[in-house]
Structure formats: C-alpha cells, structure tokens
C-alpha cells in the first residue's frame, strides 16, 4: 500500500511539475530598430512601445496561456549590423520581430528571417521593395513609399503650382526611394524639378548643395533623407537668407527634428499617416505614457500595434509558428491602437494612406 501511495504521489507530483513547466515556459520575441546611432530617438520609441505592448499583454495573461519575453536588437540603422541582429533572434529562436526601421536594414533582415522562419512586422519601412519580393514572413503596419511620393507629389502640386522645386535624396534605401516616387509622381502630375541631387547623410556642412538651391531660387525642396540631416540643411538654408520650404516623408516626424532646426524648421511639411494619439481609444496608453513623462510621437504606437497584430494572429492560429500566424494575418482583422488592420497578400497593411503634417511652434499638426 505504501509503494503504490508512494508512486501515486510521485506521479501527482510529476504531473505538477509539469503543468508547472508549461505555466512557466516564456515566448520570447523580438523588437529590432536603432538602438544607438543616428536615429537612437526612432529606436527608442520602438522600444518605449514594444515594452509596453509586451507589458499590456502579460497583464491579460500572455500569448496561449504563456508569458511574453522581449528580446531587444540594436541594428544603428546599419545593414550588416541588422543581419547580425537577425542571426542573433535566428538563433535565440524567436517566432517573431517586430522591426526594423530603415527599409536598409530590414529588407536584408528579412531575408535572414525568411531562410530561419521568423516572421516579421516592420513598424516603419516604407521602402516598397520590402514587400515585393514575395516573402511570405513580412509584413508592415506602416505605408509604401509610392503612397507616401503620390501624397507628397499631390499636395505640392497643389500648393506650389507655378513654383520651383528642387529633390534631394540621401542615398538609402529608404531616402532615394521616396525621392524617386515623389519624382515620378509629380511628373505624371506635370510638375518638374529643377534639381534632382544626392547627398551624403552624416556630413555637418551642406553649404554648397544649400547655395545651389538658393542660386537656381528654390521655392520648396523635397528630401528624402532623415532627421539629422533635414535639420541641418534647412539650418543652413535659413542661415544663407533663403525661404525655401523644406518637405520630407515620415522621418521628419519626430520631436528630435525641431531639436535640431529650432525656429528654422517652421513650416516643415511632412506626411504620415494618421496620427493614432488622436484615436480616442487610446487615451489611457497616450495618458501612460506621458505620465512616464515621454510623448508617444510617431512610430511608438505602430510598434505597439505590430506585437498587438502578431498576438491576435497568434492566438487565432493556435500557434506561433511563422506559417500559421501568416495565413491568419492575411485572412483576418485585428484591432490595433491604429484602428483595425488587415494585410493583404504582399503583406502590406490595408488601412488609411498618408497625410500632410507641418511643424509649427515647435509641434507638428495637420496641414491646410
């Protein structure tokens, strides 16, 4: 009678143990952006929102009944440095990145999780190409570049009818490649630049590209670059006596921008998509978070909504095998702090398009 209340106990025990186990056994995903470098301040808002996304989620008790960890990947907006990120996440074996930023870095990073089966949701890239090489694992909750360009290319052709306009690009992926929409688009609309030039990002001095524009009497540039280096260009635009407006895509969108053009930077235009701090069920997280004394600005809420999109898929599929979760972000809609997404084939997000903001006293808002 002992032996079998013995063996009893030992399998009641060993059943615990393992119900135990289950309870204990973390999913680990990944948020992947700009830690460090020039655009630390985009990294932090991922982060900021990654956070407190895995947070709310654990509050309601994890994805399938498990708790949610975060791995965090500092790619510096460097391709290289986001691949090694993506191996790293490949070899911790996370089911899941919420990143990256620059389409630089995510479109390299994507064929790493594509090869290791991890599914990914950019909170940020807007480069086309990200979704048109028929990756099934990507996806974006943020727009394309050709939306961004034809929504720039519109309201410029409206508002600067007659004027001249002159295009700057950095280069990148990411900068180039709204560059190039915005051209063509503003072609088909008949509008055509005066200039069309790169330059190079992480330089200080600009003067020479700046007294070009102002010798061929530039009414608006269009960059397509980021913050840093939009800032110091209208700096110096001011500095040489000129009234050039500067418009840009959705890397100007950021607090970091103003602090470095101060007063230079009013009347910046730039577009984005709708601002999700306005959406009234989201009152409470924007209340959060700026208690912690931080303005959930720009891409904090999309990457809220990114680990949000990948949790109701996850739940749906009873899974979080990359596959699984797919077929489900594709077939379904998910309430998010963007309002309700869908994906569509490519993986792109089917909601509202873009927006023309402008800054003004040191805040940006909706643009005439």
């Known amino acids: 009678m002992r032996t079998i209340r013995t063996l009893a106990l030992a399998a009641v025990a060993a059943a615990l143990v393992g119900q135990a186990g289950v309870a204990r056994a973390d999913i680990t995903i990944g948020m992947a952006g700009p830690i460090t470098g020039s655009e630390a301040a985009i990294g932090e808002q991922f982060r900021r929102?990654?956070?407190?996304?895995v947070e709310d989620l654990n509050a309601k008790g994890g994805v399938l009944g498990q708790k949610v960890q975060m791995l965090i990947g500092d790619d510096a907006c460097d391709p290289k440095q986001?691949?090694?990120v993506a191996n790293d996440m490949a070899a911790k074996k996370v089911p899941f990145v919420a990143g990256h930023y620059c389409s630089g870095s995510s479109i390299p990073a994507s064929d790493v999780y594509a090869e290791t089966g991890i599914l990914e949701i950019s909170p940020a890239s807007t480069n086309p190409k990200y979704t048109e090489r028929g990756l099934p694992n990507v996806f974006r909750v943020?727009?394309?570049?050709d939306q961004q360009g034809k929504s720039a290319a519109e309201y410029i052709a409206k508002h600067f009818k007659g004027k001249t306009i002159a295009i700057l690009h950095d280069k990148s992926q990411y900068g180039k490649g709204l560059a190039d929409q915005t051209r063509e688009n503003l072609g088909k609309?008949?509008?055509k630049e005066v200039m069309y030039e790169a330059y190079t990002a992480g330089e200080k001095d600009y003067s020479a590209v700046v007294t070009k524009l102002k010798q061929a009497k530039v009414d608006?540039?269009?960059?397509g670059g980021y913050k840093t280096e939009g800032g110091l260009i209208v700096r110096q635009m001011r500095d040489q006596g000129m009234k050039?407006?500067?418009m840009g895509g959705d890397a100007l969108m950021t607090e970091e921008y103003w602090a470095i053009t101060g007063a230079a930077g009013e009347g910046t235009l730039m577009t984005f998509s709708p601002d999700p701090r306005l959406i009234p069920g989201n009152a409470a997280l924007v209340k959060y978070f700026r208690d912690q004394k931080y303005e959930p600005e720009a891409y904090t809420l999309y990457t809220y909504a990114a680990i949000q999109a990948w949790a109701q898929a996850a739940e749906k599929a009873k899974s979080v095998d990359w596959k699984k979760v797919a077929q489900v972000l594709k077939s379904d809609k998910f309430d998010t702090t963007l309002g309700t997404l869908g994906f569509d084939a490519k993986g792109d997000v089917t909601a509202p398009g873009y927006v023309v903001y402008v800054w003004k006293d040191g805040k940006y808002t909706y643009a005439e």
Do not use: I, S
């Open 49 to 53: 929102g990654a956070v407190k996304a």
């Open 244 to 246: 050039t407006v500067l």
């Open 82 to 84: 986001a691949v090694a």
């Open 189 to 191: 609309l008949g509008v």
């Open 142 to 145: 943020c727009g394309r570049d």
């Open 220 to 223: 608006l540039l269009y960059l």
